[in-house]
Protein backbone atom coordinates (compact mmCIF):
# COMPACT_ATOMS: atom_id res chain seq x y z
CA UNK A 1 0.00 0.00 0.00
CA UNK A 2 1.16 3.72 -0.82
CA UNK A 3 0.97 6.15 1.43
CA UNK A 4 1.55 10.21 1.09
CA UNK A 5 2.77 11.71 4.20
CA UNK A 6 -0.36 13.32 4.74
CA UNK A 7 -2.36 10.52 6.05
CA UNK A 8 -4.54 11.23 8.86
CA UNK A 9 -8.02 10.61 10.19
CA UNK A 10 -9.94 11.28 13.36
CA UNK A 11 -12.65 8.92 15.17
CA UNK A 12 -15.04 9.83 18.36
CA UNK A 13 -16.06 6.46 20.01
CA UNK A 14 -17.94 6.27 23.28
CA UNK A 15 -17.10 4.31 26.10
CA UNK A 16 -19.89 1.74 27.63
CA UNK A 17 -21.10 -0.26 30.21
CA UNK A 18 -22.19 -3.68 30.45
CA UNK A 19 -24.98 -4.79 31.84
CA UNK A 20 -23.95 -8.42 31.05
CA UNK A 21 -20.18 -8.29 31.86
CA UNK A 22 -17.16 -10.05 30.60
CA UNK A 23 -14.34 -10.98 32.75
CA UNK A 24 -11.66 -13.52 32.08
CA UNK A 25 -10.10 -14.29 28.90
CA UNK A 26 -9.68 -17.85 26.65
CA UNK A 27 -7.07 -16.37 24.98
CA UNK A 28 -5.07 -13.33 26.58
CA UNK A 29 -3.11 -12.55 23.67
CA UNK A 30 -6.25 -12.22 21.03
CA UNK A 31 -8.68 -11.29 24.27
CA UNK A 32 -11.12 -13.89 23.37
CA UNK A 33 -13.20 -13.29 26.37
CA UNK A 34 -14.32 -16.51 28.82
CA UNK A 35 -17.97 -15.11 28.01
CA UNK A 36 -20.29 -13.01 25.61
CA UNK A 37 -21.37 -9.56 27.01
CA UNK A 38 -24.17 -6.69 26.61
CA UNK A 39 -23.42 -3.60 26.66
CA UNK A 40 -24.73 0.20 26.10
CA UNK A 41 -22.76 2.94 24.52
CA UNK A 42 -22.16 6.17 26.74
CA UNK A 43 -23.38 8.66 24.39
CA UNK A 44 -22.73 11.94 26.42
CA UNK A 45 -18.95 10.45 27.05
CA UNK A 46 -16.27 10.30 24.64
CA UNK A 47 -13.01 9.76 23.18
CA UNK A 48 -11.27 11.71 19.90
CA UNK A 49 -8.16 10.10 18.72
CA UNK A 50 -5.90 11.57 15.48
CA UNK A 51 -3.65 9.43 13.77
CA UNK A 52 -1.06 10.51 11.62
CA UNK A 53 1.46 8.45 9.45
CA UNK A 54 4.46 10.30 8.44
CA UNK A 55 7.43 8.48 6.81
CA UNK A 56 9.90 10.66 8.61
CA UNK A 57 9.27 9.28 11.97
CA UNK A 58 11.07 6.77 13.30
CA UNK A 59 9.36 5.87 16.34
CA UNK A 60 5.29 5.98 17.45
CA UNK A 61 4.34 9.07 19.44
CA UNK A 62 1.60 8.94 21.71
CA UNK A 63 -0.01 11.86 23.42
CA UNK A 64 -3.13 11.54 25.77
CA UNK A 65 -5.08 14.47 27.24
CA UNK A 66 -2.24 16.65 26.29
CA UNK A 67 0.72 15.31 27.91
CA UNK A 68 2.91 12.08 26.29
CA UNK A 69 1.85 8.87 27.18
CA UNK A 70 3.64 6.95 29.87
CA UNK A 71 5.48 3.82 28.19
CA UNK A 72 3.19 1.36 29.24
CA UNK A 73 0.30 3.12 27.44
CA UNK A 74 2.34 3.91 24.53
CA UNK A 75 3.82 0.53 24.13
CA UNK A 76 -0.53 -1.08 24.29
CA UNK A 77 -0.99 1.97 21.67
CA UNK A 78 1.75 0.87 19.36
CA UNK A 79 1.01 -2.60 19.72
CA UNK A 80 -2.16 -2.09 18.15
CA UNK A 81 -0.95 0.44 15.48
CA UNK A 82 1.59 -2.90 14.32
CA UNK A 83 -1.50 -4.92 14.17
CA UNK A 84 -2.86 -2.43 12.01
CA UNK A 85 0.19 -2.00 9.98
CA UNK A 86 0.68 -5.57 9.17
CA UNK A 87 -2.96 -5.62 7.67
CA UNK A 88 -2.36 -2.41 5.69
CA UNK A 89 1.21 -3.49 4.75
CA UNK A 90 3.23 -0.70 5.96
CA UNK A 91 5.65 0.34 7.86
CA UNK A 92 5.19 3.48 8.60
CA UNK A 93 4.80 4.89 12.00
CA UNK A 94 2.60 7.59 13.37
CA UNK A 95 1.46 10.41 15.40
CA UNK A 96 -1.06 9.66 17.98
CA UNK A 97 -3.14 12.36 19.71
CA UNK A 98 -6.01 11.46 21.70
CA UNK A 99 -8.10 13.50 24.31
CA UNK A 100 -11.12 12.56 26.03
CA UNK A 101 -14.03 14.46 27.23
CA UNK A 102 -14.12 12.74 30.82
CA UNK A 103 -11.70 12.99 33.56
CA UNK A 104 -9.31 10.20 34.16
CA UNK A 105 -9.05 10.28 37.61
CA UNK A 106 -12.52 9.48 36.82
CA UNK A 107 -11.58 5.41 37.47
CA UNK A 108 -14.21 5.10 34.01
CA UNK A 109 -12.35 2.85 32.25
CA UNK A 110 -11.36 4.80 29.01
CA UNK A 111 -9.60 2.02 27.46
CA UNK A 112 -13.02 1.08 25.20
CA UNK A 113 -13.50 4.61 23.88
CA UNK A 114 -9.95 5.08 23.25
CA UNK A 115 -9.26 1.78 21.47
CA UNK A 116 -11.82 1.83 19.28
CA UNK A 117 -11.30 5.33 18.42
CA UNK A 118 -7.90 4.42 17.87
CA UNK A 119 -8.48 1.23 15.63
CA UNK A 120 -11.15 3.25 13.67
CA UNK A 121 -8.52 6.56 13.13
CA UNK A 122 -5.70 3.95 12.53
CA UNK A 123 -7.35 1.92 9.80
CA UNK A 124 -8.93 5.14 8.10
CA UNK A 125 -5.35 6.69 8.33
CA UNK A 126 -4.07 3.85 6.47
CA UNK A 127 -7.16 4.00 3.77
CA UNK A 128 -7.77 0.22 4.79
CA UNK A 129 -11.03 -1.22 3.51
CA UNK A 130 -12.55 -3.08 6.36
CA UNK A 131 -16.40 -3.67 7.62
CA UNK A 132 -17.45 -2.80 11.38
CA UNK A 133 -17.25 -6.69 12.26
CA UNK A 134 -14.03 -6.60 11.30
CA UNK A 135 -13.10 -3.42 12.86
CA UNK A 136 -14.59 -5.12 16.28
CA UNK A 137 -12.26 -8.11 16.15
CA UNK A 138 -9.38 -5.30 15.56
CA UNK A 139 -11.10 -3.19 18.69
CA UNK A 140 -11.13 -6.19 20.70
CA UNK A 141 -7.63 -7.27 20.57
CA UNK A 142 -6.51 -3.61 21.78
CA UNK A 143 -9.37 -3.58 24.98
CA UNK A 144 -12.02 -6.43 24.95
CA UNK A 145 -14.92 -3.65 25.60
CA UNK A 146 -13.91 -1.90 22.79
CA UNK A 147 -15.43 -4.69 20.33
CA UNK A 148 -18.09 -3.28 21.85
CA UNK A 149 -17.65 0.60 21.58
CA UNK A 150 -17.44 0.02 17.74
CA UNK A 151 -21.69 0.32 17.75
CA UNK A 152 -24.37 2.15 19.02
CA UNK A 153 -27.17 1.68 21.38
CA UNK A 154 -27.88 -1.84 22.67
CA UNK A 155 -24.60 -4.23 21.71
CA UNK A 156 -23.60 -7.91 22.16
CA UNK A 157 -20.18 -9.58 22.22
CA UNK A 158 -20.17 -12.51 21.03
CA UNK A 159 -17.48 -14.78 22.96
CA UNK A 160 -16.89 -17.22 20.25
CA UNK A 161 -13.94 -19.14 20.36
CA UNK A 162 -11.51 -17.78 17.81
CA UNK A 163 -10.48 -14.63 16.55
CA UNK A 164 -13.12 -14.75 13.49
CA UNK A 165 -16.08 -15.20 15.87
CA UNK A 166 -15.88 -13.29 18.68
CA UNK A 167 -16.80 -9.82 17.59
CA UNK A 168 -20.14 -7.59 18.60
CA UNK A 169 -23.01 -6.17 16.59
CA UNK A 170 -25.97 -3.65 17.78
CA UNK A 171 -29.03 -5.50 19.25
CA UNK A 172 -31.04 -1.85 19.20
CA UNK A 173 -30.13 1.52 18.26
CA UNK A 174 -29.89 4.50 20.89
CA UNK A 175 -33.55 5.50 20.60
CA UNK A 176 -35.18 1.95 21.02
CA UNK A 177 -35.47 2.88 25.07
CA UNK A 178 -34.44 6.01 27.11
CA UNK A 179 -32.59 4.56 30.05
CA UNK A 180 -29.52 6.61 31.94
CA UNK A 181 -26.51 5.87 32.99
CA UNK A 182 -25.98 7.87 36.53
CA UNK A 183 -22.12 7.45 37.10
CA UNK A 184 -21.87 8.10 40.56
CA UNK A 185 -18.23 8.67 41.20
CA UNK A 186 -17.16 8.58 44.48
CA UNK A 187 -13.86 9.63 46.20
CA UNK A 188 -11.01 6.68 46.01
CA UNK A 189 -7.52 7.58 46.48
CA UNK A 190 -7.11 3.99 46.08
CA UNK A 191 -5.18 2.43 43.14
CA UNK A 192 -7.32 -0.91 42.14
CA UNK A 193 -5.66 -3.33 39.66
CA UNK A 194 -6.66 -2.57 36.07
CA UNK A 195 -8.88 -5.06 34.01
CA UNK A 196 -6.33 -6.86 31.90
CA UNK A 197 -4.66 -7.94 35.07
CA UNK A 198 -7.92 -8.48 36.80
CA UNK A 199 -8.91 -10.77 33.86
CA UNK A 200 -5.60 -12.81 34.06
CA UNK A 201 -7.28 -13.77 37.83
CA UNK A 202 -10.25 -14.85 36.86
CA UNK A 203 -10.13 -18.20 36.75
CA UNK A 204 -8.45 -18.71 40.02
CA UNK A 205 -11.87 -18.19 41.23
CA UNK A 206 -13.70 -21.63 42.16
CA UNK A 207 -16.71 -19.46 41.22
CA UNK A 208 -15.81 -18.36 37.82
CA UNK A 209 -16.80 -21.68 35.81
CA UNK A 210 -20.22 -21.19 37.34
CA UNK A 211 -20.47 -17.58 36.31
CA UNK A 212 -19.59 -18.30 32.63
CA UNK A 213 -21.58 -21.40 32.36
CA UNK A 214 -24.58 -19.52 33.59
CA UNK A 215 -23.82 -16.66 31.28
CA UNK A 216 -26.20 -17.68 28.31
CA UNK A 217 -29.29 -17.66 30.53
CA UNK A 218 -28.47 -14.14 31.98
CA UNK A 219 -27.74 -13.21 28.82
CA UNK A 220 -31.21 -14.20 27.12
CA UNK A 221 -33.14 -12.63 30.02
CA UNK A 222 -31.42 -9.21 29.56
CA UNK A 223 -31.66 -8.99 26.02
CA UNK A 224 -35.16 -10.08 26.53
CA UNK A 225 -35.90 -7.24 29.02
CA UNK A 226 -34.80 -4.80 26.55
CA UNK A 227 -36.44 -5.82 23.80
CA UNK A 228 -39.77 -5.67 25.78
CA UNK A 229 -38.55 -2.54 27.84
CA UNK A 230 -39.47 -3.82 30.82
CA UNK A 231 -37.22 -2.74 33.84
CA UNK A 232 -38.14 -4.84 36.63
CA UNK A 233 -36.69 -7.88 34.90
CA UNK A 234 -33.43 -6.10 33.54
CA UNK A 235 -32.86 -4.50 36.90
CA UNK A 236 -32.67 -7.95 38.62
CA UNK A 237 -30.56 -9.65 36.16
CA UNK A 238 -28.61 -6.22 35.89
CA UNK A 239 -27.77 -6.65 39.36
CA UNK A 240 -27.15 -10.50 39.80
CA UNK A 241 -24.99 -10.10 36.93
CA UNK A 242 -22.58 -7.72 38.60
CA UNK A 243 -22.68 -9.12 41.98
CA UNK A 244 -21.58 -12.15 40.29
CA UNK A 245 -18.50 -10.64 38.78
CA UNK A 246 -17.57 -8.83 41.80
CA UNK A 247 -17.90 -12.40 44.14
CA UNK A 248 -15.43 -14.24 41.48
CA UNK A 249 -13.17 -11.10 41.89
CA UNK A 250 -13.50 -11.14 45.64
CA UNK A 251 -12.89 -15.12 46.01
CA UNK A 252 -9.58 -15.13 43.16
CA UNK A 253 -6.04 -15.70 44.20
CA UNK A 254 -5.11 -12.75 45.21
CA UNK A 255 -8.80 -11.34 45.87
CA UNK A 256 -9.89 -8.31 44.13
CA UNK A 257 -11.84 -6.10 46.11
CA UNK A 258 -13.23 -2.82 43.90
CA UNK A 259 -15.68 -1.76 46.29
CA UNK A 260 -15.07 1.15 49.42
CA UNK A 261 -17.57 1.96 51.84
CA UNK A 262 -19.02 4.67 49.73
CA UNK A 263 -19.93 1.95 46.90
CA UNK A 264 -21.83 -0.42 49.38
CA UNK A 265 -23.58 3.00 50.78
CA UNK A 266 -24.81 3.56 46.85
CA UNK A 267 -25.52 -0.09 45.85
CA UNK A 268 -28.06 0.25 49.39
CA UNK A 269 -29.38 3.28 48.39
CA UNK A 270 -30.42 2.56 44.87
CA UNK A 271 -32.21 -1.20 46.39
CA UNK A 272 -34.39 1.21 48.70
CA UNK A 273 -35.40 3.45 45.48
CA UNK A 274 -36.39 0.72 43.74
CA UNK A 275 -38.27 -0.34 46.89
CA UNK A 276 -40.01 3.03 46.83
CA UNK A 277 -41.08 2.58 43.05
CA UNK A 278 -37.89 3.99 41.10
CA UNK A 279 -37.17 2.27 38.27
CA UNK A 280 -33.57 1.90 39.05
CA UNK A 281 -30.43 -0.44 39.35
CA UNK A 282 -26.98 -0.70 39.95
CA UNK A 283 -23.86 -2.34 38.35
CA UNK A 284 -20.59 -1.82 39.21
CA UNK A 285 -17.17 -2.19 36.69
CA UNK A 286 -13.51 -2.70 37.81
CA UNK A 287 -13.41 0.03 40.12
CA UNK A 288 -15.27 1.71 43.14
CA UNK A 289 -17.78 3.75 41.51
CA UNK A 290 -21.32 3.08 40.74
CA UNK A 291 -23.25 2.82 37.59
CA UNK A 292 -27.19 3.44 38.51
CA UNK A 293 -29.32 2.72 35.31
CA UNK A 294 -32.74 4.18 35.69
CA UNK A 295 -35.45 5.39 33.72
CA UNK A 296 -35.49 9.02 31.81
CA UNK A 297 -38.20 10.57 33.94
CA UNK A 298 -36.92 8.66 37.04
CA UNK A 299 -33.30 10.33 36.78
CA UNK A 300 -33.80 13.37 38.41
CA UNK A 301 -35.23 12.09 41.33
CA UNK A 302 -32.53 9.71 41.65
CA UNK A 303 -29.28 11.83 41.09
CA UNK A 304 -31.31 13.84 43.76
CA UNK A 305 -30.85 11.54 46.41
CA UNK A 306 -27.50 9.82 45.13
CA UNK A 307 -25.51 13.22 45.05
CA UNK A 308 -26.20 13.40 48.89
CA UNK A 309 -24.51 9.84 49.93
CA UNK A 310 -21.39 10.85 51.68
CA UNK A 311 -18.55 9.84 49.38
CA UNK A 312 -20.05 11.15 46.39
CA UNK A 313 -17.82 13.63 44.25
CA UNK A 314 -19.60 13.82 40.85
CA UNK A 315 -22.66 12.27 39.06
CA UNK A 316 -22.16 12.10 35.09
CA UNK A 317 -25.02 11.35 33.13
CA UNK A 318 -25.99 9.50 30.33
CA UNK A 319 -28.21 8.15 27.92
CA UNK A 320 -27.48 5.11 25.34
CA UNK A 321 -25.28 6.86 22.16
CA UNK A 322 -23.58 6.55 18.69
CA UNK A 323 -20.80 4.00 17.89
CA UNK A 324 -17.45 4.95 16.57
CA UNK A 325 -17.43 7.50 13.65
CA UNK A 326 -15.03 9.62 11.32
CA UNK A 327 -14.75 13.05 11.85
CA UNK A 328 -14.00 15.49 9.32
CA UNK A 329 -10.82 17.91 9.43
O1 LIG B 1 -12.14 -4.35 28.21
P1 LIG B 1 -11.43 -4.40 29.53
O2 LIG B 1 -10.22 -5.26 29.46
O3 LIG B 1 -11.16 -3.04 30.05
O4 LIG B 1 -12.40 -5.14 30.58
C1 LIG B 1 -13.64 -4.67 30.95
C2 LIG B 1 -14.15 -5.41 32.13
C3 LIG B 1 -15.42 -4.90 32.78
O5 LIG B 1 -15.58 -3.52 32.56
C4 LIG B 1 -15.32 -5.15 34.28
C5 LIG B 1 -16.65 -5.66 32.29
C6 LIG B 1 -17.13 -5.33 30.90
O6 LIG B 1 -17.68 -6.26 30.26
O7 LIG B 1 -17.03 -4.17 30.45
Request: glycine letters at 4%.
Amino acid sequence: MDLTSKDIATARAHPNIALIKYWGNLDNELRLPANSSLSFSLGTLETQTTVQFDEQLTSDRVVIDDVPASDSASQRVCLHLDRIRRLADIKTYAYVESNSNFPSGAGIASSASAFAALTLAACSACNLEINSRALSRLARQGSGSASRSIFGGFVIWYAGKTDAESYAESIADKYHWPIVDLITIVNTSHKTVGSSEGHLLAETSPLQIIRVEDTPRRLEICQQAIMDRDFNALASIVELDSNMMHAVMMTSKPALLYWSAATIEIMKTVSRLRHEGLDICYTIDAGPNVHCICTREHAHSAHDVLKKIPGVVDILESPPGDGAVTLDR
